[in-house]
């Protein structure tokens, strides 16, 4: 069976730091465009940051550039997601989702329901 799954998620305090991960099961991230997205309660979805299996080129959303990096690691077949210098407003289910087909990392993170994969989400929380 074919399927996402993150885990990183959690709690923390203003201006700190958490690391989500993207696991996938029955087949190879290698292969696959990774995006995370996120949704926070009374707000829009979101496409937060966007990479390329092709040529790892990737994409972030105004509200979290220089702030996340999305990378992938190879031999555990994961793409995390480093988030520093987190705000109250970060706070939202992130979930990622894999592609084997995009026209570019922009457009897959803006595209917020048509991908192959989804995983179940994970909370992050940012407060005092």
């Known amino acids: 069976q074919l399927q996402l799954v993150e885990s990183g998620g959690g709690l923390v305090q203003p201006g700190g730091s958490l690391r989500l991960s993207c696991a996938a099961s029955?087949?190879?991230?290698?292969?696959?465009?990774i995006g995370w997205f996120r949704q926070a309660p009374g707000k829009e979805p979101e496409g937060v940051s966007c990479?390329?299996?092709?040529?790892?080129?990737?994409y972030y959303a105004d509200s979290v550039k220089d702030r996340f990096t999305i990378s992938r690691d190879t031999v555990k077949n994961t793409v995390s997601l480093q988030m520093n210098s987190l705000k109250p407003e970060d706070t939202a289910i992130y979930y990622c989702?894999?592609?084997?087909?995009?026209?570019?990392?922009?457009?897959?993170?803006?595209?917020?329901?048509?991908?192959?994969?989804w995983g179940q989400g994970t909370q992050v929380t940012v407060s005092s």
């Open positions: 029955g087949f190879t991230l290698d292969y696959y465009h």
């Open positions: 990479t390329s299996s092709s040529d790892g080129s990737t």
């Open positions: 989702a894999a592609d084997q087909d995009i026209v570019t990392v922009q457009h897959m993170c803006e595209d917020l329901e048509e991908h192959d994969y």
